[in-house]
T-cell receptor, first 113, second 114 residues
Framework: QQQVKQSPQSLIVQKGGISIINCAYENTAFDYFPWYQQFPGKGPALLIAIRPDVSEKKEGRFTISFNKSAKQFSLHIMDSQPGDSATYFCAANHTGTASKLTFGTGTRLQVTL | DTEVTQTPKHLVMGMTNKKSLKCEQHMGHRAMYWYKQKAKKPPELMFVYSYEKLSINESVPSRFSPECPNSSLLNLHLHALQPEDSALYLC?????????????FGPGTRLTVT
């Protein structure tokens, strides 16, 4: 019940295209869903996050869509750029418990010219 | 300053060595975390410190020993490690333990055990 399933494992998108990464969870106690971006040799960095009372959140070219009934959420990267090439992790947190983030397995995104 | 710093960047140690990893943040955060990350895998939580006290130990072997000397500093003492302990060790912090959903990560220490 603690798992967060993430797909696809890897993704190749042309420059200017839309990258879509999907995640699904089972634990309905989760109430905060961040996405982290990690470049090779660096630590993960918080990219964007959403709470389940909101169906969509947009920050620049990055949008999270959230479907509470389906227990699914996804990251859309519009106008994908080569600089977006990185590994993306979705995560989930239950703010009522102590601090743990449950990470998805990660998606390696490559944006080609 | 939203930076978490970690030293050293790289560390190679033998199985009989004792070494320490250091993590520092000056954001006034009161929760700090150690993670282990293997290649192509998500970070795996090891320890959580809340207000300088160890609050979570994810059944980590005793050859890893964390220490939180003050609210800005976190150490991870290493002793008698195994080659399978080779990984990227990440430190993170959050404003409070209840805000663990928003963690700031350092760049990590790449550890190789020979």
């Amino acid at each position: 019940q603690q798992q967060v399933k993430q797909s696809p494992q890897s993704l190749i998108v042309q420059k200017g295209g839309i990258s879509i990464i999907n995640c699904a969870y089972e634990n309905t106690a989760f109430d905060y869903f961040p996405w982290y971006q990690q470049f090779p040799g660096k630590g993960p960095a918080l990219l964007i996050a959403i709470r389940p009372d909101v169906s969509e959140k947009k920050e620049g070219r990055f949008t999270i869509s959230f479907n509470k009934s389906a227990k699914q959420f996804s990251l859309h990267i519009m106008d994908s750029q080569p600089g977006d090439s990185a590994t993306y992790f979705c995560a989930a947190n239950h703010t009522g418990t102590a601090s743990k983030l449950t990470f998805g397995t990660g998606t390696r995104l490559q944006v080609t010219l | 300053d939203t930076e978490v710093t970690q030293t050293p960047k790289h560390l190679v140690m033998g199985m009989t060595n004792k070494k320490s990893l250091k993590c520092e943040q000056h954001m006034g955060h009161r929760a700090m975390y150690w993670y282990k990350q293997k290649a192509k895998k998500p970070p795996e939580l090891m320890f959580v410190y809340s207000y300088e006290k160890l609050s979570i130990n994810e059944s980590v072997p005793s050859r890893f020993s964390p220490e939180c000397p003050n609210s800005s500093l976190l150490n991870l003492h290493l002793h008698a490690l195994q080659p399978e302990d080779s990984a990227l060790y990440l430190c993170a912090s959050s404003q409070a333990p209840s805000q663990g959903y928003e963690q700031y990560f350092g760049p990590g220490t790449r550890l190789t055990v020979t």
